[in-house]
């Protein structure tokens, strides 16, 4: 199976910056597309950037001029870059494998898309 590790989060103040990185592992040809989305408490959970194969992005408008979404497709491993970080950042990001394939082993394996276990980032006013 395919497996989204996230690292990176923490806790900073506003107007800060972080990086989280997402590695990826297994069944990653399964997948096209990367993504972050978060969630806050109470909130539902919301796409912040995705990042096609070929290197196509798209943001969220609350987070566009502040975020970038990067990917090495040679080591598996997809970034998101934040800055000018604000308390409304604060939330839970998870890594999110998308654009499955249509071979039949990646349908037979994967019913969607595949997700991370998250990393909680505040952003402290």
């Known amino acids: 199976h395919v497996q989204l590790a996230e690292s990176g989060g923490g806790l900073v103040q506003a107007g800060g910056s972080l990086r989280l990185s997402c590695a990826a592992s297994?069944?990653?040809?399964?997948?096209?597309?990367m993504g972050w989305y978060r969630q806050a408490p109470g909130k539902e959970r919301e796409l912040v950037a995705r990042?096609?194969?070929?290197?196509?992005?798209n943001y969220a408008d609350s987070v566009k001029g502040r975020f970038t979404i990067s990917r090495d497709n040679a080591k598996n491993m997809v970034y998101l870059q934040m800055n000018t970080l604000k308390p409304e950042d604060t939330a839970v990001y998870y890594c999110?494998?998308?654009?499955?394939?249509?071979?039949?082993?990646?349908?037979?394996?994967?019913?969607?898309?595949?997700w991370g276990q998250g990393t909680q980032v505040t952003v402290s006013s």
């Open positions: 297994g069944d990653t040809f399964c997948f096209s597309t």
């Open positions: 990042i096609a194969s070929g290197g196509g992005t």
């Open positions: 999110n494998a998308d654009g499955r394939s249509s071979t039949f082993y990646c349908r037979s394996r994967y019913a969607g898309s595949a």
